[in-house]
């Protein structure tokens, strides 16, 4: 069997595993931070492994209602607290050997919310059948468009077209790369790239009754190295050698901790805290500017709106796919 699919495959069963936990687990009253060292320390747990071979792929998705992707709490950020009314999308992911699972889930507590969440799952999984060995993207995501078009539901006496979120997308994963080049649209658009096989592919609709155009949004927390990190870095060290500047000299020490840690991976500032690097949000920002790192900010939609969002992980075969993560959860 492939390497990176027996990988996959383990990686998969850790992520089912704690799938099951944070549904049992995550209830009103919690708080944001208490959830993503929950589920940090449950892949460590079940990896138990340096970070850098097996364990956490990305910083912990903890996205409340209006907000789609990219929110993990900072070192210092005020503490949230999950409410009865609220959706929360849980995101996270596992890797073995770079072998990256990512797959996400929503959760609500109020069943005002029941249809709207089971929209979400069946578009999900719709989605998941559409894909296979030399299956179009771009006509994916007509299908994808298709699906949801028109469709209405009441929330509170309220009348709401859903739609997905427009410029959010499945993608392509490789082994320490996360977004690896390929796009799995979420809507009709003119692209005709192929499956392949081998390949894996996270797919993962947003449905909202906003307008489904993508806000960003502060304070940022998610970050990754950028393709030519390694040349970049170099530029700011012989900068501050002759400069002899004191915030370079800091910055590199801050590069070095990331690329030893993390390597092409995300991961999330509040990981820096936890690694005694106090005070590194200015450097990471320094960085951004010079393109070493690539910064990701929350996403979000229109005030008042809601999201939810389900994700798979799936591998192409020959003959057709696996759903590496399909649980009896979502």
């Given at each position: 069997m492939n390497t990176n699919l027996l990988d996959a495959i383990k990686a998969a069963q850790i992520h089912k595993k704690i799938s099951k936990n944070i549904i049992e687990m995550v209830k009103p009253g919690i708080t944001l931070k208490n959830i993503a060292s929950f589920i940090?320390?449950?892949?460590?747990?079940?990896?138990?492994?340096?970070?850098?071979?097996?364990?956490?792929?990305?910083?912990?998705?903890?996205?409340?209602?209006?907000c789609a992707a990219h929110y993990t709490p900072n070192y210092r950020d005020p503490e949230v607290i999950l409410k009865e009314s609220d959706i929360i999308k849980i995101d996270f992911g596992v890797h073995r050997n770079g072998v990256i699972i990512?797959?996400?889930?929503?959760?609500?507590?109020d069943s005002k919310y029941d249809e709207f969440i089971n929209i979400s799952k069946d578009l999900t999984n719709f989605a998941v059948s559409q894909c296979g060995i030399d299956a179009i993207l771009g006509e994916i995501g007509a299908e994808i468009e298709?699906?949801?078009k028109n469709t209405e539901i009441y929330i509170d006496n309220k009348l709401y077209t859903l739609k997905t979120m427009e410029d959010l997308s499945g993608h392509l994963i490789k082994p320490y790369e996360i977004h690896a080049g390929k796009a799995v649209p979420n809507i009709s658009i003119n692209y005709p790239m192929r499956m392949c096989e081998n390949e894996f592919y996270a797919i993962e609709p947003f449905i909202t009754t906003g307008d489904g155009k993508s806000i960003l949004k502060t304070p940022n927390s998610h970050y990754m190295l950028a393709k030519?990190?390694?040349?970049?870095m170099q530029q700011v060290q012989n900068q501050s050698e002759k400069n002899e500047n004191y915030t370079n000299i800091n910055t590199k020490k801050?590069?070095?901790?990331?690329?030893?840690?993390f390597r092409t991976l995300p991961f999330c500032s509040r990981w820096l805290y936890e690694l005694n690097l106090i005070d590194s949000d200015l450097f990471l920002e320094k960085m951004v500017e010079n393109k070493i790192l690539n910064s990701y900010p929350p996403i979000y939609d229109i005030e008042g709106s809601i999201i939810s969002q389900f994700e798979h992980t799936v591998f192409i075969k020959h003959n057709g796919t696996i759903n590496l993560t399909k649980n009896n959860f979502y």
């Open positions: 940090e320390d449950n892949i460590k747990n079940e990896t138990n492994v340096n970070e850098t071979n097996h364990g956490i792929a990305f910083p912990v998705g903890l996205s409340l209602n209006n990512d797959s996400a889930l929503t959760l609500h507590f298709e699906y949801i030519n990190h390694d040349y970049l801050i590069y070095d901790s990331i690329y030893n840690n």
